[in-house]
């Protein structure tokens, strides 16, 4: 404040307002072409559905597994399933679902939005403000959509509250974000790995990591009060099929986001990445081809699946047109019974989770980063 060092005491003083983080949406928003396809309840219930049956596959019991199969939702062909977790998420190609699966969504984004930006490399963390004041400020705008976003409080989850904390501190960033983007551009250490093993890596560590690291709290449509747990995975109340829900803590919402497709765009240079080191280490063991319009790999001693995983559009009976885009009303509530199968664990054990806290879906499984009580 401009005012004399002399002048009377009361009268130096000022108002403070406090702002809410201005996200992602709000400072860099996405096409509207591309949003209007990422907020509809396909896309929606596509993207949840296709990680949940691969995330909860191995714990379910045959009857369940067999009315995702009634229903054309299993993780791949019928008795060939692959999960994405448990014992064999490494060696059972589901790494190649997934690397796969987002490749598809990024080809169809970047139609509806050419210019559609991603990360050559993950954004550093804010400066200290101690020295770099202008810098501080200008991360906490967050002008280019790229800065972390606070952690908040889950008042009935300490744990979640700590974690969250823990994962978007800066030293976390540096003991392994950058320990992460370092290995999987290591030629060395990229020619040892199927692109399975290299997938279902990325997958379960940084990508995980990555959605929550850029996550804000999930804020309820009808009112804007934060929900610390996110929403109840099987509640499609209208309110929750708005733009606004870009909660990158679910995948119901996560792609709305426009953090999800920087990120996304980098794990898929990663790809190429693999290949070049195949390409170095041994050379023409790796083809390429195109599979269901995407540039991708034949099967062969690195590559196991010659029939990635786009759910009913690849394995199962009938399904949706492409991923999310026109399916219509029967194949939403086709999605709907699909999740309710998959979650409907859950729901029996209503009682007992109403006394547990609820986390955000890319949560539930994550360990607290290193370094972090």
């Given amino acids: 404040i401009d005012r004399p060092l002399s002048s009377v ?90 690397f796969f699966m987002h490749r598809h ?13 991603d990360w050559t490399r993950l954004p550093l963390p804010s400066p200290l403000l101690e020295y770099d004041r202008l810098g501080f400020i200008r991360y906490q705008e967050n002008h280019d959509g790229n800065s972390v976003p606070p952690a908040w409080v889950a008042a ?20 392994n974000f950058q320990v992460w983007e370092s290995q999987y551009q290591d030629p060395d250490y990229l020619s040892q790995l199927t692109l399975g093993q290299f997938g279902s890596e990325v997958e379960l560590n940084i990508h995980d990591w990555l959605h929550m690291r850029w996550a804000t709290v999930t804020r309820d449509p009808a009112n804007g ?27 119901f919402s996560s792609h709305v986001n426009p953090v999800f497709w920087r990120f996304h765009g980098w794990l898929d240079d990663r790809i190429e990445d693999w290949y070049r080191a195949h390409e170095r280490a041994h050379p023409g063991e790796v083809q390429r081809r195109e599979v269901n319009g995407v540039p991708w790999f034949a099967p062969g001693r690195w590559v196991q699946v010659g029939d990635p995983w786009l759910g009913p559009l690849t394995h199962g009976c009938g399904g ?23 979650f409907s664990g859950e729901e029996d054990a209503a009682d007992l989770l109403r006394r547990t806290p609820r986390r955000p879906w890319y949560a539930r499984h994550m360990r607290m980063p290193k370094g972090q009580s």
Wanted: hydrophobic content about 35%.
């Fill in 105 to 117: 969504m990024l080809a169809h984004a970047r139609r509806l939005q050419p210019d559609l930006p």
């Fill in 9 to 98: 005491e009361p009268d130096n003083h000022f108002v403070a307002t406090k702002r809410a983080f201005p996200e992602a949406h709000q400072t860099a928003p996405l096409a509207p072409a591309l949003v209007a396809w990422l907020v509809s309840p396909e896309h929606r219930l596509f993207h949840q559905l296709w990680h949940a049956t691969r995330d909860k596959w191995h714990r379910l019991d045959e009857h369940k597994r067999d009315g995702l199969r009634g229903a054309g939702w299993q993780p791949g062909p019928r008795d060939g399933e692959r999960a994405a977790r448990g014992r064999r998420k490494h060696l059972n190609g589901s790494g190649e679902d997934f």
């Fill in 320 to 342: 949706i047109a492409d991923a999310g885009g026109g399916a219509g009303e029967m194949e939403v509530e086709a999605m709907k019974l699909a999740l309710r199968i998959a």
């Fill in 156 to 175: 009935d989850d300490d744990e979640l509250s700590q974690w969250l904390h823990g994962i978007k501190a800066a030293e976390t960033f540096f003991s």
């Fill in 225 to 251: 009060m934060p929900v610390t747990g996110d929403r109840n995975q099987t509640d499609y109340a209208p309110r929750w099929f708005g733009q606004d829900n870009d909660f990158l803590g679910d995948p």
